[in-house]
């Protein structure tokens, strides 16, 4: 199958990311979101972004404007009937990627390769909810996506060859590395990443250092380009505290157990970047940190 038109649901910091390189890379994308401000500010961050690459000569002012030029922005799921390939990058809740598959499906060609990008749910699972678990795959994407090389290829236990395959050419098509992971609990990246960083949310807790003697630690003494609490308030806490509950109900192991102060942030909206506030708030000139 040739693909070449993609479609992305949810515009939030992955699917902007997502719909800007497969623009760049020549595809056409269908952005979807539930709300209205969402597609226009996924739109300024891809212009932005690309804007940076222009500036440090990566790209030119004219793949620029063709890569804006493919990304159509819709409120209507059912537009994305046209497309070759879907991408799931709403909200890592399971309910919500099951809801927009419920939407989804009536619309898409029965030869629609349908991918997920969650960071930890079960992708035989969802798979096994839809009407193609051959054609589900985990295409696990990393924040920034312009910038970062990896991609995690997540099989189900359905999903056939053919669909991993053509998911490997797409991923290569995109100037990425696809490596691939078995569908355990947050795969491999998550696995390793987020307990870390849960780690370091106790190591807050517990009052051994604060927000900022925790960050340089990691950044001068492991070398780490951003600690790991600037890490999370990059990634969103909401997605952090979502992983550790898929490690620890999936896996039962106390080790897993989310740190109280990374509940805390998310209960009181202090998302991290995204909402503002997080370990450090952003509302100012520079990052302040709130411990
Ligand atoms: C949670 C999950 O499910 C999985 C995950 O994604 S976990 C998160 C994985 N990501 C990480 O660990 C990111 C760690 N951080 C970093 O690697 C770096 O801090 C960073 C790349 C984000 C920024 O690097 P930096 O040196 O501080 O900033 P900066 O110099 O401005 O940018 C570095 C490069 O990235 C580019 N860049 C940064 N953000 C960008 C964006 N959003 N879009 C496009 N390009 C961007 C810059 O243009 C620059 O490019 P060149 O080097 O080619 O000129
Ligand atoms: N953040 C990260 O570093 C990474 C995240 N991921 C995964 O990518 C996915 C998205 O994460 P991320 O972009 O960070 O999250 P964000 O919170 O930035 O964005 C999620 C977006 O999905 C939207 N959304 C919610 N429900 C629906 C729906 N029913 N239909 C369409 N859109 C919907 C949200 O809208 P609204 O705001 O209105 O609720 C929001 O715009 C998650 O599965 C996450 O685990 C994967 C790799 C890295």
Redesign the pocket.
């Known amino acids: 199958m040739t693909i070449e038109t993609v479609g992305v649901v949810g515009a939030g910091q992955?699917g902007n990311?997502i719909a800007?390189v497969f623009a760049l890379s020549g595809f056409g994308v269908i952005l979807t979101d539930v709300a209205p401000e969402s597609l226009d500010k996924a739109l300024t961050?891809i212009t932005?972004?690309?804007d940076?690459?222009v500036?440090?000569e990566?790209i030119t002012a004219e793949q620029k404007d063709a890569a804006l030029a493919r990304i159509r922005t819709t409120l209507d799921i059912a537009e994305l009937g046209q497309t070759d390939l879907v991408i799931e990058a709403a909200t890592?809740r399971e309910s919500v990627k099951q809801s927009i598959f419920d939407s989804l499906l009536p619309h898409l060609k029965p030869e629609t390769i349908l991918a997920t990008?969650?960071?930890?749910i079960s992708i035989t699972r969802l798979a096994s909810r839809t009407d193609r678990p051959e054609k589900f795959i985990g295409v696990?994407?990393?924040?920034?996506?312009?910038?970062?090389q990896l991609v995690e290829l997540i099989r189900g236990i359905a999903t056939d060859e053919a669909t991993y395959n053509e998911l490997i050419g797409v991923i290569e098509t995109l100037g990425k590395t696809p490596a691939s992971a078995e569908d355990f609990p947050?795969f491999i990246?998550?696995r390793i990443?987020?307990p870390m960083i849960n780690e370091a949310v106790y190591t807050l807790y517990e009052g051994v250092g604060n927000v900022r003697s925790i960050d340089m630690a990691m950044k001068l003494g492991a070398n780490?380009?951003?600690g790991p609490l600037?890490?999370a308030d990059?990634?969103?806490l909401d997605?952090?505290l979502a992983?550790m509950n898929v490690l620890h109900d999936g896996l039962a192991d106390t080790k897993y157990r989310p740190c109280p102060l990374l509940t805390k942030y998310v209960e009181a909206g202090w998302l991290g970047r995204k909402a503002g506030r997080g370990f450090y708030d952003y509302r100012g000139e520079t990052p302040v940190p709130t411990r």
């Open positions: 992955m990311g800007h961050t932005r972004n690309l940076r690459q500036s440090r990566k890592e990008n969650t960071s930890s696990h994407f990393m924040n920034p996506v312009p910038v970062m947050a990246v998550n990443l987020i780490h380009p951003m600037e890490l990059f990634i969103g997605t952090c992983i």
